[in-house]
Nanobody
Framework: QVELVESGGGSVQAGGSLTLSCTAS????????MAWYRQAPGEQRDLVAS???????TYRDAVKGRFTISRDNAKHTVYLQMNSLKPEGTGVYYC????????????????WGLGTEVTVSS
């Protein structure tokens, strides 16, 4: 019904930059919150940053000042600009979007992408 595809991951040295993108496609009527999560090996999936439809931005403390989340509503796309990357930023980055596929009075459903891997070497 709705598919999310992430891109932009890769391998960089500490201090480097990457920009991730995530585009949703399918029967989309509206999208509210868009977010990025990171899952390091052997750890749980944690929120990195999110953006609401009203423009409210939320960042994990460890990335404040280095990462910037943005969205293009017309393209159903969310971006994550990551600067000054650190080795602890290594992991699989997942996109989540809260999507409405039915009528205006319907529910919002969360959809996840398959993830894009980021490796930061020291």
């Amino acid at each position: 019904q709705v598919e999310l595809v992430e891109s932009g991951g890769g391998s960089v040295q500490a201090g480097g930059s990457l920009t991730l993108s995530c585009t949703a496609s399918g029967s989309i009527k509206d999208i509210s919150t868009m977010a990025w999560y990171r899952q390091a090996p052997g750890e749980q999936r944690d929120l990195v940053a999110s953006t609401s439809s009203s423009g409210q931005l939320t960042y994990r403390d460890a990335v404040k000042g280095r990462f910037t989340i943005s969205r293009d509503n017309a393209k159903h796309t969310v971006y994550l600009q990551m600067n000054s990357l650190k080795p602890e930023g290594t992991g699989v980055y997942y996109c989540k979007q809260s999507v409405k596929t039915g009528p205006a009075w319907g529910t919002w459903d969360d959809y996840w992408g398959l993830g894009t891997e980021v490796t930061v070497s020291s």
